[in-house]
């Protein structure tokens, strides 16, 4: 009787943990390496990387900026970027308008200032960018960003 009761048990045991359902966690937002790689992923090459690098004097700008050269693609000569990587969705919201600021003091013709935000990041810098750069760009932070939290 108690064989019985005990390959029962096992059984009851085995039952329910094939009855456990697992989800994947959701992707959180990726670091400066984790964007990096996902920028080079898509045939883009960094350079010159510099934490604390706003474009301006803006304190809480500094501490989330970090500004590198890129090019690649469509895009042949370096063109310096800027990325604010905000701790959460409402700092990104809080903190958004502060960029558009900030890069007055280092974009040279305002008409042509490109932005991408993708909470929790925002990427800002002089343009105009040509196509197929643009949309690496666009598509790296979107999957780095992963929820956006």
Same mark, same amino acid.
């Given at each position: 009787m108690r064989t019985l009761a005990a390959a029962l048990g096992a059984l009851v045991l085995v039952a329910a943990c094939g009855s456990v359902s697992v989800t994947p966690p959701a992707p959180t937002p990726a670091d400066i390496t984790g964007i990096a790689s996902e920028l080079t992923q898509r045939?883009?090459?960094?350079?010159?990387?510099?934490?604390?690098?706003?474009?301006?004097?803006?304190?809480?700008?500094?501490?989330?900026? !970090? #500004?590198?050269?890129?090019?690649? @693609?469509?895009?042949?000569? /370096?063109?310096?970027?800027?990325?604010?990587?905000?701790?959460?969705?409402?700092?990104?919201?809080?903190?958004?308008?502060?960029?558009?600021?900030?890069?007055?003091?280092?974009?040279?013709?305002?008409?042509?200032?490109?932005? !991408? #935000?993708?909470?929790?990041?925002? @990427?800002?810098?002089?343009? /105009?960018w040509p196509p197929e750069f643009e949309a690496a760009v666009r598509d790296a932070l979107e999957v780095a960003a992963g929820t956006g939290n």
């Open positions: 045939g883009l090459t960094l350079d010159h990387l510099v934490s604390g690098d706003a474009g301006c004097d803006d304190p809480v700008l500094v501490q989330t900026a !970090i #500004a590198f050269d890129a090019s690649g @693609l469509d895009q042949a000569d /370096p063109v310096r970027l800027r990325i604010y990587i905000f701790r959460n969705r409402e700092a990104f919201e809080r903190l958004r308008a502060s960029v558009d600021l900030c890069a007055s003091s280092f974009v040279t013709d305002a008409e042509t200032y490109e932005s !991408i #935000a993708q909470s929790p990041y925002v @990427l800002a810098a002089q343009g /105009p």
